[in-house]
Nanobody, 117 residues
């Protein structure tokens, strides 16, 4: 089982930075890729970034490329999303996600990010 918990959200001015964390209390997700997604009010959930289990490969949506950085520390059972140069359109609830080969699809409870102008 994977049990994910996001933290680090908050209110920030446009141009500012936040770092989100996603921790798996079981430590299981160190074997899997982890993704970050977000959902803004009235919109569908969308992909933001992903990282392979080793951290060797990362992927980003075009909307955040160059501004966000995903990383992981498997010893701390945590994946991070460093968000710089935040824009109002980055306002959303951010979720981390793990999909396992066995068909498991795990989500955290989400953390709210609000960017003010």
């Amino acid at each position: 089982q994977v049990q994910l918990a996001e933290s680090g959200g908050g209110l920030v001015q446009a141009g500012g930075s936040l770092r989100l964390s996603c921790e798996d209390s079981t430590g299981t997700f160190t074997a899997y890729a982890v993704g970050w997604f977000r959902q803004a009010p009235g919109k569908e959930r969308e992909f933001v970034a992903a990282i392979t289990w080793s951290g060797d490969n990362t992927y980003y949506s075009d909307s955040v490329k160059g501004r966000f950085t995903i990383s992981r520390d498997n010893a701390k059972k945590t994946v991070y999303l460093q968000m710089n140069s935040l824009k109002r359109e980055d306002t959303a609830v951010y979720y981390c996600n793990v999909k396992t080969p066995g068909g498991g699809d795990y989500w955290g409870q989400g953390t709210q990010v609000t960017v003010s102008s």
